[in-house]
């Protein structure tokens, strides 16, 4: 089996498997790619990740390109990226037209919010596992409660984010000039 339906195969099943976006995604992409496939390391993924909050378009695709990109160059950027929106396009029109419908059923409602909730809990634990792999150490902790207190306060993550890229550089450039 070739790499690029290797890749599409993987993010296909991360996609349509995953309810809740790209937060919801990191334990299940973590499963598949670090530790099934081994395509990439776990600081990469979490790299990955960070840098595709940073950048235009969804998380999911943006992580999909990076890992296709390093595993099989532009190809693999673009099996992965159709993988990851493959099954979302087919689902989603599928439940398009019966949608209206259907959310007026109560079982459906009910089922509807009870997603709700677990999207919640698997979002907040892939953030607390993000905070274990990251916050390591007195400045990190800082930028961190910085950055959360600000988006708490309302500012856009278009002013944290690079605010938090050059404090991150300003406090490595300090750490290795005082050690």
């Known amino acids: 089996m070739s790499i690029l339906?290797?890749?599409?195969?993987?993010?296909?099943?991360?996609?349509?498997?995953?309810?809740?976006?790209?937060?919801?995604?990191?334990?299940?992409?973590?499963?598949?790619?670090?530790?099934?496939?081994?395509?990439?390391?776990?600081?990469?993924i979490i790299d990955f990740f960070t840098l595709g909050q940073c950048t235009p378009g969804v998380i999911a695709v943006n992580v999909a390109t990076f890992v296709g990109v390093k595993n099989a160059k532009i190809k693999g950027a673009i099996a992965a990226a159709l993988g990851m929106v493959f099954p979302p396009i087919v689902v989603i029109t599928l439940l398009s037209f019966a949608m209206g419908e259907l959310s007026q059923v109560e079982i459906i409602a009910n089922a509807l919010w009870g997603i709700r909730i677990a999207v919640c809990a698997m979002v907040t634990v892939t953030a607390v596992q993000i905070v274990k792999e990251t916050v390591i150490d007195l400045p990190t902790l800082i930028i961190a409660i910085v950055g959360f207190s600000a988006l708490i306060g309302g500012i856009s993550p278009v002013?944290?984010?690079?605010?938090?890229?050059?404090?991150?550089?300003?406090?490595?450039?300090?750490?290795?000039?005082?050690?």
């Open 159 to 179: 002013i944290i984010i690079p605010a938090a890229a050059i404090a991150g550089v300003v406090v490595r450039i300090i750490g290795r000039k005082g050690g």
């Open 5 to 44: 339906f290797k890749l599409f195969v993987s993010f296909a099943k991360v996609s349509f498997f995953t309810f809740g976006g790209g937060y919801a995604m990191l334990p299940m992409l973590k499963r598949e790619l670090v530790e099934k496939r081994q395509w990439v390391t776990n600081d990469e």
